[in-house]
């Protein structure tokens, strides 16, 4: 079965300090992977997808097919930064969500 | 701005009725997406249309259906509404039916059940 977990609910850090997000994926094959991030129960945005390598907001994610994980990182957290963020990985027709971790980063 | 647009922004109605939520996908978008997002359930999946045609099923309740209409607004009906279904619903759209395609988000309608 299609299956991804994100261990945190939830992640405290102070403002400047390193950032990862875990997310494990159990799937057949090589699914696209994504991170959605989700301000104050607004709208969820897209925050970066696998294939294109981009960094957004300073947030990178690197796969590891070995290991099957896609965690989120960012060096240097900010304020901005607290969110809810999901994983997602692309499964047969559809998007599975993680149960997300929500990010808090004190001053 | 997404380009998604939902309406009505927030839902207040009693046990037993039936609401119907709408959704506008992004300019040029055939697929549309419907989520229900709870506190204790976490973000789920329930319905995905494309082009007028009904292409994933998630964990839907046979209370609740959808469809997609010609010029591509979806609709989503929640019918003998129960206290549970008390939460946020999003929609999303995506160019193709391709679940390897980024979604972008509407802003959500917020249903409460009285």
């Known amino acids: 079965a299609q299956r991804v977990t994100q261990p945190e609910k939830l992640l405290s850090v102070f403002k400047g300090a390193p950032v990862e997000l875990k997310c494990n994926y159990s799937y057949s094959g090589s699914p696209e992977l994504f991170w959605y991030v989700q301000y104050s129960r607004q709208r969820l945005q897209l925050l970066l997808r696998h294939i294109s390598r981009e960094s957004i907001k300073g947030f990178t994610a690197d796969l590891n097919k070995g290991e099957t994980s896609f965690h989120l990182k960012k060096p240097f957290a900010q304020e901005e930064d607290s969110a809810m963020y999901y994983c997602a990985p692309a499964g047969f027709q559809k998007l599975v969500f993680g149960t997300g971790t929500r990010l808090l980063v004190s001053p | 701005d997404s380009g998604v647009t939902q309406t009505p922004k927030h839902l207040i109605t009693a046990t037993g009725q039936r609401v119907t939520l709408r959704c506008s996908p992004r300019s040029g978008d055939l697929s549309v997406y419907w989520y229900q997002q709870s506190l204790d359930q976490g973000l789920q999946f329930l319905i995905q249309y494309y082009n007028g045609e009904e292409r994933a099923k998630g964990n839907i309740l046979e209370r609740f259906s959808a469809q997609q209409f010609p010029d591509l607004h979806s609709e989503l009906n929640l019918s003998s509404l129960e206290l549970g279904d008390s939460a946020l619903y999003f929609c999303?759209?995506?160019?193709?039916?391709?679940?390897?395609?980024?979604?972008?988000f509407g802003d959500g309608t917020r249903l409460s059940i009285l």
């Open positions: 999303a759209s995506s160019a193709l039916g391709d679940s390897n395609q980024p979604q972008h």
